[in-house]
């Protein structure tokens, strides 16, 4: 791809983010003016905020590479991404911001009164806050290469550095227009090119079989291995190579490979004719995170797909960066409306990634064998049109990307920096602030360094999980049973979230290796860690009927009641 | 490789997290271990478990703070049972023989009405119940009997009689300072209430007349500002809630600058800048108001020129800073401490030192007014206001008139 075209994209996303966030406020030199200047912010304007933060590198780029990977299978992301908010519009939303809490250590503590629920509420937090930036950071880091040709490492120490910047120098001034920029120019920068590229693609006759089972190359094409690779075949293979199979150096020979894995060394050409089928692969041994997954995806699909619907759906309700967008909202009717306008918004945006994911299986099905396949959003401009128009396409899509990963950065190091400087470091000041700041970038950063290929919808779907299990049992519990305790609640959210944390752990270990039953269990942990998590909460709450807070009835009716009823309940 | 290693560091994170809570909590004992004789270790001791003790009980007598206190005050006395009551019923039983206090109960009557201490034994069916033996001492706040702490053990022991009625009288002392934080808290919410209704006589005053002036020449403009006057006093006599939104807030500021614009027309410049995301941020109620009032009385006094009063609000993630800012005859700052101190009294309206009183009083010590000024250089006051602070919610919904 040209990158001349990418890189002043990228940097105009850079350089408008901050001057709307320096200079989108509303100011009023006269009376008339005043009630513009004090309107508070609208459902739809906040709604495009919240969208605008939540549409991560996970949405703009990996659901496309997993549509692409593993077919049709891979659009309950979208859908579980989107449903989410419908759990959070019935079941939380308006009580949410009726607690007046800002973030979810602040509702523990107006619920629970409980310092204790609270520390522990603020270390899911940043737990679930440094599970999600990981993938930002990676994310941010393949677009760059992908773009420029530049260290996998780089894109994610420039975002990282660029974020902590802009957080730490005392934030975006008018965070909700930055971040509903965000949201529209993810959209154009996904939608305009789509446009373009459903036309290509009716100008080349409209071929039809993307879902079909494998991908087949439609053309003769030439692939470059970059990491060792190890190819599963079913029937046998002809295939151009120019370089090492199981351990055979070849030269621009056409070599016939029997049924069965074949390793490919790194450097290696392989050229397949058209309508060959991708072959599956799976990358080195010592590698084994995101096939060993997507393995275990294809032998439980069933399971692994409720896996995933359980924690998407009843995840979003726990992540930091939206939770502190509803405080936006001037009551709680319009928290409810705001999340309607969220539901059509990102509903709208998640038609796109599909078409791409399509797209990419007819036009650039190799990405899974080059281990890019998240990828797939940023070439198929350039793929399929070509010139200086598929140039400019792509850099538009690199310009949203870099959107992507921007916003839903800063939303994250905001929240995260904001518990560690309140519940974690010792004590408070703006120096702490910018302490907590650089803490909450520098583990995920280190730690996107350490795990080298794990998909970025993945990892996004483990921060999920995590959330789904601690926080989803507080929220819900806490808004709709009135038994909740104090050692209820933190015993709940240490059992389900700890155990679903560990799992994670465990399964980012490469533990343990090979598949099988107790594999799916622990890469897809929400299905059980959930229901556990619930479960807990409520067994040791009915325990503990003594520690039932003193102000409990009084507490659920401010949640509850409209606030219009409100100053006629209290004295 | 690399996905091992990150995993393990995933899964060590929360086990060193842990164990830096733990550290932390058991880390104080055993500091003091290494310090002194055994008899000065022993002391260290019973002071460090008698102010672990200090913090629940300073929240008053009740069955939470009995319960968290309970345990500390047994190893305190190193008793196998002890019990804390008040008047009517047991509020916590820590240890062995839980099954005593109905007993205690009936046996307690004497010493409740009377505030003497008492020895007795007790009288047990259960053949190898530990408890045997009971001390009363009475827990007395201002010379009224509050309840009683009750050490039992398996047999009489002066050396616990005179142990436990020190504790209690140590116990006592706890619940008198928590009385006098109760009055204190009482003393400043009732200076709030007689605050709330207190808005400038002067201003009222000044506000009629000036309607009275537009009356005959623009009787259209008269209206108006009768209107902004009467939802000024509206707001300011409202009687609900201790809270308002920043959103209503402003508002107020907003009518009440209306009515000191009539006054002085072109003189007065305001510019506002508002950040949209804290107008729901709760605060207590009329507390920047007096800020712009004092803002205004500084910028005009003395000065024949335009003077310019700046109101921003900013978004400060977990917090709202607001900035009131004003181009006047500004103060000199020794005086100004002197007012906060409250050494000197204001000349004039409501002071900054009640705001500033209140502020500290709903959202701690941090949280106080900053006032950066000098004499002849304007006043520029911020003030930072939690977004969520427990206990501080705004009545009513935002946005009504």
């Not at chain 1, 200079?23 to 005043?34: C, H, P, V």
């Not at chain 1, 989803?472 to 700890?498: D, K, N, Q, S, Y």
């Not at chain 2, 614009?261 to 995301?277: M, W, Y």
Request: aromatic residues 8%.
């Amino acid at each position: 791809m040209n990158s001349g075209y990418a890189v002043p994209a990228v940097a105009l996303v850079l350089v408008s983010t901050v001057l709307v966030g320096a200079f989108g406020l509303r100011i009023s030199r006269t009376t008339s003016d005043f009630y513009v200047a004090s309107r508070t912010v609208g459902p739809r304007l906040n709604a495009a905020a919240i969208s605008g933060e939540y549409l991560s590198a996970a949405s703009f780029l990996g659901i496309a590479g997993l549509v692409l990977v593993q077919g049709a299978d891979m659009l309950w992301y979208p859908v579980g991404y989107t449903a989410g908010y419908l759990v959070l519009l019935l079941f939380v939303a308006a009580p949410l911001r009726r607690s007046g809490a800002y973030t979810l250590p602040d509702f523990a503590e107006a619920r629970l009164a409980s310092q204790a629920v609270r520390r522990l509420a603020g270390a899911f937090v940043v737990g679930v806050g440094w599970l999600y930036l990981l993938p930002q950071l990676q994310g941010a880091g393949l677009t760059l290469t992908v773009l420029t040709g530049a260290p996998d490492w780089l894109g994610g120490v420039i975002v990282a550095v660029v974020v902590t910047a802009i957080v730490a120098a005392g934030g975006m001034r008018s965070i909700t227009f930055v971040q509903a920029f965000q949201y529209w120019l993810k959209l154009t920068a996904l939608l305009v090119p789509a446009l373009f590229l459903v036309l290509a693609w009716q100008g080349d006759g409209a071929p039809g079989r993307a879902f079909d089972e494998p991908a087949a190359f439609r053309e003769q094409r030439s692939v470059r291995v970059q990491d060792p690779l190890a190819l599963r075949l079913d029937r046998p293979l002809t295939v151009t190579v120019d370089g090492t199979v199981d351990g055979r150096a070849h030269d621009h020979a056409a070599v016939r490979l029997e049924p069965g894995t074949h390793r490919i060394a790194a450097g290696t050409h392989l050229t397949f004719a058209a309508g060959t089928p991708v072959p599956a692969a799976g990358h080195g041994a010592d590698d084994a995170l995101s096939p060993s997954r997507a393995e275990s995806r294809t032998e439980r699909p069933l399971y692994a797909t409720y896996g995933l619907i359980l924690a998407t759906f009843f995840g979003t309700m726990g992540l930091p960066h939206v939770v502190v967008r509803f405080y936006t909202s001037p009551h709680g009717v319009a928290a409810r409306r705001t999340t309607v306008a969220v539901l059509a918004l990102i509903g709208a945006f998640y038609l796109l990634p599909p078409v791409y994911g399509a797209l990419g299986r007819l036009y650039a099905p190799e990405l899974t064998l080059t281990g890019d396949a998240d990828a797939a959003v940023l070439l198929l401009p350039g793929r399929m049109i070509g010139g200086v128009g598929g140039d400019l396409l792509g850099a538009l899509v690199a310009g949203g990307a870099f959107a992507a990963f921007l916003s839903t950065a800063s939303g994250l190091t905001m929240a995260v920096a904001g518990v560690l400087t309140q519940d974690v470091l010792p004590s408070r000041g703006v120096r702490h602030f910018r302490l907590g700041t650089v803490l909450a970038m520098a583990v995920p950063l280190a730690a996107s360094a350490l795990v080298g290929g794990l998909p970025v919808a993945d990892a996004v779907g483990l921060a999920f999980a995590v959330s789904a299990s601690s926080f989803c049992p507080l929220l819900v519990l806490g808004i709709w049973w009135r038994r909740l305790t104090p050692p209820g609640a933190a015993a709940g959210m240490l059992v389900g979230g700890g155990s679903a944390l560990l799992a994670v752990a465990a399964t980012m270990a490469g533990f343990p290796g090979g598949g099988g039953a107790l594999h799916a269990l622990l890469a897809w942990p929400a299905l059980w860690s959930v229901p556990l998590g619930f479960l807990t909460m409520i067994l040791v709450s009915l325990a503990t009927p003594g520690r039932v807070p003193a102000g409990t009835a009084a507490i659920l009716a401010r949640f509850h009641l409209p606030e219009e009823l409100r100053s006629e309940v209290t004295p | 490789m690399s996905g091992f290693l990150a995993g393990l560091v995933v899964a060590v994170l929360p086990l060193l997290a842990a164990g830096f809570w733990l550290g932390r909590r058991t880390a104080r004992p055993q500091h003091l271990g290494g310090l002194g004789t055994p008899v000065e270790h022993a002391t260290f001791q019973t002071l460090h478990t008698a102010s672990l003790a200090t913090p629940p009980l300073r929240a008053g007598l009740t069955e939470e703070t009995a319960r968290k206190s309970a345990r500390k005050l047994r190893s305190l006395l190193g008793t196998d049972a002890l019990c804390l009551t008040d008047l009517t019923d047991v509020l916590v039983w820590d240890g062995a023989g839980a099954h005593h206090r109905t007993e205690i109960m009936e046996r307690l009557a004497g010493p409740l009405e009377t505030g003497r201490g008492e020895a007795f034994p007790l009288v047990c069916d259960t053949p190898d119940c530990a408890v045997r033996w009971a001390v009363v001492a009475p827990l007395t706040v201002d010379d009224r009997v509050h309840g009683a702490l009750v050490a039992c053990a398996p047999k009489e022991s002066a050396v616990l009689v005179r142990a436990a009625g020190e504790v209690a009288r140590w116990v006592s002392v706890q619940l008198e300072l928590a009385d006098l934080d109760q009055s204190r808290t009482r003393l400043i919410e009732a200076e709030i209430k007689a605050l709330r209704a207190q808005i400038s006589p002067h201003f009222i005053f000044n506000s009629l007349a000036v309607i009275a002036s537009f009356v005959r020449t623009d009787p259209e403009r008269a209206r108006e500002l009768l209107l902004e006057f009467a939802d000024f006093t509206r707001y300011s006599f409202r009687r609900h809630g201790d809270f308002t939104t920043l959103a209503d807030e402003l508002h107020a500021i907003d009518h009440y600058l209306a009515l000191v614009r009539a006054r002085f027309g072109d003189r007065l410049a305001v510019t506002l800048q508002i950040a949209p995301e804290v107008l729901p941020v709760a605060l207590p109620f009329l507390c920047l108001q007096p800020l712009v009032e004092n803002a205004v009385k500084h910028g005009l006094e003395g000065k024949t020129d335009r003077c310019h009063i700046r109101i921003s609000a900013q978004d400060e993630g977990a917090e709202a800073l607001v900035v009131i800012e004003d181009d006047g005859a500004g103060m000199d700052p020794g005086l100004l401490r002197r007012i906060l101190a409250r050494e000197v009294s204001p000349s004039g309206g409501i002071g900054l030192s009640n705001v500033d009183d209140r502020l500290r009083q709903v959202y701690g010590d941090d949280h106080g007014l900053v006032i950066e000024t000098a004499a002849g250089a304007g006043m520029k006051i911020t003030v930072r206001l939690p977004k969520y602070q427990p206990g501080v919610h705004s009545a009513g919904r935002i946005g009504r008139g």
